[in-house]
DNA sequence: GACATGACATAAC
DNA sequence: CGTTATGCCATGT
């Protein structure tokens, strides 16, 4: 099914972000070949097999967790996140520091 | 098929 | 900081 290449070129780019990195839907959606689907990256995300994925590195475009305050999966996603050095401040993350460049695989550290 | 929903983004006010 | 509007489209009812 041809439907099913989209989800694909998306789990794709997601496993290619880097441990202690994020991206944002709209930035995934993008490096899939896939500008203006941000929504699909949720939805591909959604329907992914978790255990084969760092789905937690994708965040919001303001630098938040896009699952609901205080459920599991909220509290889950930020907790892998600072375990890999992710730094939350206010609820956010700073994403010129974490967000994640094709081509530099370190957060910037100052 | 019509309609509502949603792990979103961007722009405008 | 916030709200509204619009684009987007797979899924579920």
Redesign the pocket.
């Known amino acids: 099914m041809a ?2 290449a ?2 694909l070129a998306i789990w794709k780019v997601v496993k290619a972000i880097p441990p202690g990195r994020v991206a ?4 995934v ?1 993008r490096l899939a070949g ?1 500008p ?13 097999p ?1 255990a084969s994925l760092p ?2 590195r ?5 630098g938040r ?4 305050p205080n459920s599991p ?1 909220q509290r889950e ?1 930020r907790r892998r996140l600072r375990e890999e050095g992710v730094v939350f401040v ?1 609820g ?1 993350v700073d994403l010129d520091r974490f967000g994640w460049r094709a081509g530099s695989d370190s957060p910037l550290l100052d």
């Open positions: 439907l099913n989209s989800f944002t839907y709209g930035q959606a896939l203006r689907r941000a929504r699909l990256v949720g939805t591909a995300l959604n329907e992914a978790a789905w937690h994708v965040i919001n475009a303001q967790i896009s699952l609901p999966g996603q206010r956010r």
